[in-house]
């Protein structure tokens, strides 16, 4: 009886089907089933009074273990045919047994939301390299090798000479010598430097880099466009504050902060007790960067932006600190919506 049962387990672990299920039950259980002729050919007559009480238990046992087991192998049978569509092709479109549904990154989330705004704005999308060279990261930019600027950008170098992008400015005079005037662009991606983390701070992070180059363009066209994007974003007010900031890039350079959704501006760490959140540089692009994208800037002027994507997607979502997001920790991202 014991070389029955192990018999039977390993014939259900190898059915898939209905019919295999059906084969087995047919071979243990039919009428002349192994477990049937156990119980028809042994001859009782020899047993004693005792044996016979033993024997007919154990085989009682045996059929009810052998039934319990081919109704749970039909059962997955059929979940296994339904998954399969029947045949045994694979339908990845038949939802996954597992209740515990994924969901996209809130970064991804704030990528895509962004791509749609500024799609609606006329600009197209692009994606530079992360590892960038010191030209497009710093000198295209304006900032030479002995400028004070590269220290505020302080980061990790390759031993090519090469350097994990420190902001997506880097791609500003790639998209000029490719695009060329006029042009409109967003390019979003990650940025990389040798920071001393906090709430507000990452080593990896996400920036949107935006670029507009046309003829006549001023301070009104950007300070337009950057309306635009916040009210879209957060689909109400909110108390910006736009401030003199110096980027070699750019001339004149703004620092446009947002009024800390955290705290509502009293004050909190995420915000360093300041109530504001550095959130969007920006500014009129240098006459000497439009040169290095082999632009005229007698005759065209723009501006950029480069938006603090990661910091956008906390005040968004309510997210008090950075590191988070890049966390890998699961109670955090099953708080997100599964679809968009
Ligand atoms: C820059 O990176 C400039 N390239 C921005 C710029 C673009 C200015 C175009 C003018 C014209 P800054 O270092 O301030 O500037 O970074 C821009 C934004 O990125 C910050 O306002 C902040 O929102 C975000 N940011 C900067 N460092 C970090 C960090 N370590 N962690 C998270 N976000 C950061």
Not at 72 to 90: D, I, P
Request: aromatic fraction near 10%; include cysteine.
């Amino acid at each position: 009886m014991e070389t029955i049962r192990q018999q039977l387990i390993t014939d259900l672990s190898g059915a898939k089907t209905p019919q295999d299920v059906e084969n087995a039950r047919v071979k243990y259980l039919g009428r002349k089933g192994l477990i049937t002729l156990a119980a028809k050919e042994t001859d009782f007559s020899k047993l004693t009074a005792e044996e016979k009480k033993s024997f007919g238990s154990r085989l009682n046992e045996l059929k009810n273990f052998a039934a319990e087991q081919l109704a749970a192998a039909a059962e997955s049978a059929k979940q296994f045919g339904a998954a399969v569509g029947g045949t045994r092709k694979l339908d990845l479109t038949v939802p996954g047994l597992s209740r515990r549904l994924g969901a996209l990154h809130p970064i991804t989330t704030t990528l895509v939301e962004l791509h749609q705004i500024f799609q609606g704005m006329g600009f197209m999308v692009l994606q530079g390299p992360d590892i960038e060279t010191e030209y497009y990261n710093f000198e295209s930019l304006n900032i030479p090798n002995d400028h004070p600027a590269r220290d505020m950008q302080d980061t990790f170098w390759l031993t090519n000479g090469m350097v994990m992008k420190t902001h997506t400015s880097a791609n500003q005079v790639r998209a000029l010598e490719r695009f060329g005037a006029p042009i409109r662009a967003i390019f979003p991606g990650r940025c990389f430097r040798y920071e001393a983390m906090d709430a507000s701070h990452e080593n990896t992070f996400y920036q949107c880099e935006g670029l507009v180059v046309d003829k006549n363009i001023s301070v009104a066209n950007l300070i337009a466009v950057m309306k635009t994007l916040l009210g879209e974003v957060f689909h109400r007010e909110v108390k910006v504050r736009l401030r003199p900031g110096f980027f070699p890039f750019v001339e004149p350079g703004f620092e446009l902060d947002l009024n800390c959704l955290i705290c509502g501006g009293t004050g909190c760490p995420t915000c360093k007790e300041s109530g504001w959140i550095e959130l969007i540089p920006c500014g009129l692009i240098h006459p000497r960067v439009l040169e290095y994208g082999k632009i005229d800037p007698n005759e065209y002027s723009g501006f950029a932006f480069g938006l603090g994507l990661t910091r956008l997607a906390m005040m968004k979502y309510g997210v008090r600190d950075i590191r988070l997001f890049n966390s890998g920790d699961v109670r955090f991202y099953e708080q997100f919506v599964a679809v968009m």
